[in-house]
């Protein structure tokens, strides 16, 4: 079955850096376009960044733009998140997804990882 799995969070101090990876396994990785969302406690899972399988297209919410930048490497069959510049506000569980449409809805992404936890003191 096919299996996202997400590595690189942790415990940053606000203005640090973090890059998260998701390798995906036992899926044709250069065919879906890949999204990161997060989840903080108590509020629902919203759309952080998305990558086109070509990696030609990229999308960010505004609260990252500037600061995260999507990637992926289809010879790896990973996608990964560089997050720079952290703020307290990022603080939360951070998913990657497949989907065959890169976009915003979630509802467009087929197979999700089971998610990293990112937390930034301020």
């Known amino acids: 079955q096919v299996q996202l799995v997400e590595s690189g969070g942790g415990l940053v101090q606000a203005g640090g850096s973090l890059r998260l990876s998701c390798a995906a396994s036992r899926l044709t990785f250069s065919s879906y376009g890949m999204g990161w969302f997060r989840q903080a406690p108590g509020k629902e899972r919203e759309f952080v960044s998305s990558i086109s399988w070509s990696g030609g297209t990229t999308y960010y919410t505004d609260s990252v733009k500037g600061r995260f930048t999507i990637s992926r490497d289809n010879t790896k069959n990973t996608v990964y998140l560089q997050m720079n510049s952290l703020k307290p506000e990022d603080t939360a569980v951070y998913y990657c997804?497949?989907?065959?449409?890169?976009?915003?809805?979630?509802?467009?992404?087929?197979?999700w990882g089971q998610g990293t936890q990112v937390t930034v003191s301020s």
């Open positions: 997804a497949a989907g065959y449409r890169a976009l915003g809805d979630p509802r467009q992404y087929v197979y």
